[in-house]
């Protein structure tokens, strides 16, 4: 009897052991959840195609990134819909005249674009629709509640990036899998490159790792994350510099991380070149009822 028990001991040991073994790359590589829902994709009145981002927490910040990825906050992020795509170049001229990028194609995301002129954007979009503008265009105040479209907070980005993942990036695998979701320094040979030709993250969101960095609609502060408010936090009131996010065709692997941040000067009009040809930007927008609801929502 007593060697049986011990059978049946040696036995479940090795079976543990087993268990242990085939779970190791998964724990290295920290695949992230699954999403519960297939991502919903709304079509805006002006034919761009938004995802419906539903409200959540958010562990925000990384413990083995940069200073100003610290520390680790929780932080409650309302809905909201945000572009499935950087704005690209045929979509920035349909409202702005002229295009200031380097790399010109309009399937390439518009880039060497200020702050302002980002904004401005954002506000004409928003007056095509006949949605209330969010930006004051004299002193550039962002009404956060206006139903135009807007930059997203570094919360939001950050939110939407990671897509529900608490992994380096929205993807298992870490850097060695970051060739199948972004155009960056390994890979872009030292350029844009269209949109919408990465895998996209599990929100379904393109180009969130790479391509271009994109304008926050934060001032940046790189200890912001020791006194940021719970619920929906939207930056410092003041600061010379406006949050980037999401890394860029000439950024490392390690600058298109998901809790990844830097700041830059949002540029002025007395520049006569405004020569940083790897940011562009996204807009979001408040969520309303009826674009949740509407007939031109689609679900993929």
């Not at 479940?12 to 590589?29: D, E, H, K, Q």
């Not at 503008?133 to 135009?148: F, Q």
């Not at 994350?225 to 980037?244: F, I, M, T």
Request: charged share 30%; aromatic share 10%.
């Amino acid at each position: 009897m007593r060697n049986r028990w011990v059978l049946v001991g040696v036995l479940l040991a090795f079976a543990a052991g087993i268990a242990v073994l085939f779970c190791l790359p998964r724990l290295r590589t920290g695949v992230p959840k699954s999403p519960k829902e297939p991502p919903k994709i709304i079509k805006t009145a002006g034919g761009v195609e938004m995802v419906l981002i539903p409200e959540g927490r958010l562990s925000m910040g990384s413990k083995r990134g940069d200073p100003d990825e610290a520390p680790i906050h929780n932080v409650w992020v309302d809905s909201f819909l945000i572009d499935r795509h950087e704005v690209t170049q045929e979509e920035y001229t349909e409202f702005v005249i002229g295009n200031p990028s380097r790399f010109k194609d309009p399937k390439h995301p518009v880039e060497q674009v200020r702050w302002l002129e980002a904004a401005f954007y954002c506000n004409a979009r928003s007056l095509s629709e006949d949605l209330e503008p969010c930006y004051d265009e004299e002193t550039g105040a962002c009404n956060p509640r206006a139903s135009g479209y807007r930059l997203p907070s570094e919360a939001e980005w950050e939110y939407a990036c990671r897509a529900g993942t608490e992994t380096e990036y929205s993807f298992g695998g870490g850097g060695r899998t970051l060739k199948t979701y972004a155009w960056y320094k390994e890979n872009a040979n030292k350029r844009t490159q269209p949109v919408g030709q990465k895998k996209p993250n599990p929100a379904g969101l393109y180009d969130m790792h790479g391509n271009v960095a994109e304008w926050c609609n934060d001032k940046y502060d790189e200890d912001y994350y020791k006194h940021s408010p719970e619920r929906n936090p939207r930056g410092p009131a003041d600061g010379e510099k406006y949050a980037l996010r999401g890394g860029a065709w000439n950024s490392s692997a390690v600058g298109c991380r998901s809790a990844y941040r830097s700041g830059e000067s949002p540029g002025s009009f007395a520049d006569s070149c405004f020569a940083r040809p790897d940011i562009g930007f996204r807009c979001v927008r408040n969520l309303e009822q009826e674009s949740e609801t509407g007939a031109d929502a689609k679900e993929t």
